[in-house]
């Protein structure tokens, strides 16, 4: 199944951030392009996500410095530019390799994407990576270890429930059950003609 693959890719992903631990960490992608292109979309997105799960948690320091803040907080804004090209990549890769199938007349459209639900799954490995972290520090307290596999649980159950979700969108899609539409992230905020505060600055 899809998901089994991607789940697996994206607990690779982590598990190879964390060996660093570092956002400035270099890069290398474990799939080539030309041979394995969905499973090299799949790394790359998972990539973006962890960086910035760790600069989100950087940010929200007490303590940072107040410039520090404002350079990490373009280095957000660019992480999210990327993370939402990724969507749009994994999600033409599906049109293509969905785009002879013909929808049945009675085929429905999903509430979202299959690539904004990898989204969210890749968002929830990391998810699990943390909270599993949590529910096993040394340091902390039984109760605060105990609150934490409990979410965990939770997540875990998640990750079943939204893989199976994905799965059959696929097949359904694959089938001409469901049909699949692309609207293009119209973001507005970093383009320098639709945001007024940039455009202002030409």
């Known amino acids: 199944m899809f998901s089994e693959k991607a789940n697996k890719i994206f607990q690779d992903v982590i598990a190879k951030y964390h060996v660093v631990n570092a956002v400035d960490q270099p890069f290398t992608n474990s799939y080539n392009k030309d041979t394995n292109l969905l499973e090299h979309l799949l790394y790359r997105k998972c990539w973006i996500d962890t960086v910035q799960w760790h600069y989100e ?3 929200r320091d007490p303590q940072i410095d107040p410039v520090a803040a404002l350079k990490l907080k373009r280095q957000i804004d660019a992480s999210n530019q990327d993370r939402t090209d990724m969507v749009e990549y994994i ?7 969905y785009k002879d199938v013909s929808a ?3 085929a429905t459209i ?3 994407s299959p690539a904004w639900g990898i989204d ?4 929830l490995a990391l998810k699990v990576y943390h909270m599993h972290e949590e529910a096993t520090r040394n340091d902390a307290s039984d109760a605060h270890r105990a609150a934490c ?3 965990l649980d939770i997540l875990l159950e998640q990750r079943v429930d939204l893989s199976t979700a994905i799965d ?3 097949e359904d899609i694959s089938k001409g059950d469901k049909y699949m539409k692309v609207y293009k992230q119209m973001k507005m905020y970093n383009d320098d003609e639709l945001n007024p505060v940039l455009r202002s600055q030409k």
């Open 104 to 106: 049945k007349p009675n």
């Open 110 to 112: 999903n509430t979202e």
């Open 168 to 170: 059959t969108l696929l």
């Open 91 to 97: 999600d033409s890769y599906f049109l293509e390799k």
């Open 149 to 151: 596999q409990t979410k």
């Open 57 to 59: 948690d950087i940010i």
């Open 120 to 123: 969210r799954l890749s968002i």
